[in-house]
């Protein structure tokens, strides 16, 4: 029974000390969808950083959309092979990138719950955020995008997007 034990608690150890989220750290961004309809949002970090692979949709249906007047807080996990990372570590490490790139699109449930690619093609919008954008934010998004987020870098252009909605 101790050597049980004691093999837990090597392991939760183990698992701990590979994590690269520390205290105070942020292992996700909060996307808050405050628009009429279900969107997607993905992340893409440029291929010049260490993570440039886009992030894929949840595989479960109940995780692909974000409903209207829902926060989804695990979408724009940094996460690989079991291992979570912070935001403020993989900007860290970044070789020549200082961005992220989130796109939001719409739902297509006819696309069998996930968006057709290429995503840029379809975006309802894509906000290039540095990690001061992220830190100004407080580590939340907004769909569509509100006051605080009028100086962050989109494409569309943060007046177009809200012209479009109104």
Same mark, same amino acid.
């Given at each position: ?50 993570? /440039?692979? #886009?992030?894929?949709?949840s ?8 409903? /209207?007047?829902?926060i ?6 940094? +996460?690989? +092979? ?33 968006? #057709? ?8 919008? +894509?906000?290039?955020?540095t ?13 569509? #995008? ?14 177009e997007? +809200?012209?479009?909605?109104?």
């Amino acid at each position: 029974m101790r050597i049980d034990s004691l093999l837990v608690i090597t392991l939760v150890l183990l698992y701990v000390s590979c994590s690269k989220v520390g205290p105070g750290e942020h292992a996700y961004l909060a996307f808050e969808n405050n628009g009429l309809d279900t969107v997607y949002v993905e992340s893409y970090f440029p291929e010049d950083s260490l993570f /440039p692979l #886009p992030h894929t949709f949840s595989e479960s249906k109940d995780g692909c959309g974000i409903a /209207p007047g829902k926060i989804n807080y695990k979408t724009l996990a940094i +996460c690989s +092979c079991g291992l979570c990372y912070s935001y403020e570590f993989v900007f860290s490490k970044t070789k020549t990138s200082d961005r992220v790139f989130v796109y939001v699109v719409p739902f297509y449930p006819e696309e069998g719950n996930y968006p #057709p690619r290429p995503l840029y093609d379809y975006k309802l919008v +894509c906000y290039e955020l540095t990690f001061e954008d992220l830190v100004s934010l407080d580590y939340h998004l907004y769909y569509p #995008p509100n006051e605080k987020m009028k100086n962050i870098k989109m494409e569309p252009p943060y007046e177009e997007v +809200c012209a479009k909605l109104n």
